[in-house]
């Protein structure tokens, strides 16, 4: 035996993701025929797609959420998850490989060819921070569980953590204590202290 219980056809080229939605019973896909597409497991079919006027990248799913979070071209897109219905879409100024959404659904998080992290707001595009610490492009970004910390991954090897709010007192994050700070340092020169 195999193992196999289920095989599904329907994309057209290489599959780049999917995940089950919370009940197992449901699953999505993505693939580079430029579809985001709906699979309901009992009745072995698809149900729903969506078409993009790019390849799709990468999409991100979490539990408690309701949106999908697509990356496509220089687009991060935020899709209703049962019906597909456009919620927000925003273009950034490179190629995007990653995007994950923040837990009050206010922002999100992305990364790309230029090599730049970014956050920015839902309601306005507005880049609200944008990094440049990776020396290749960012491939990978994804909030923690509790939305205090995101991890980007890069093509140069590394995964750097990022603190959602700078200046935070959180696991190793600890807010700088300033009588401390020598001749040669300013307090705007600490945003965190690894400790």
Known sequence: SSGINAEYGGHNGSIKGARFLGNDNFFISIGEDKLLKM????????????????????????????????????????HDVTTFDLLRTHSLPCVVNSASLHLDQRYFVCGGEDMYVYKVSIETGRIMESYKKHFGPVHCIRYSPDGELYASGSEDGTIRLWQDSV?????????????????NCSPRDLDFVMG
């Open 39 to 78: 699979w309901d497991r009992r009745a072995q079919k698809e149900l729903k797609q969506q078409s993009f006027d790019q390849p799709v990248n990468s999409f991100d799913l979490e539990d408690e959420m309701k949106v999908v979070t697509v990356t496509y071209g220089n687009n991060v897109a935020l």
């Open 167 to 183: 200046g935070k007192t959180y696991g190793l994050w600890q807010r700088p204590d300033l009588t401390n700070i020598h001749n």
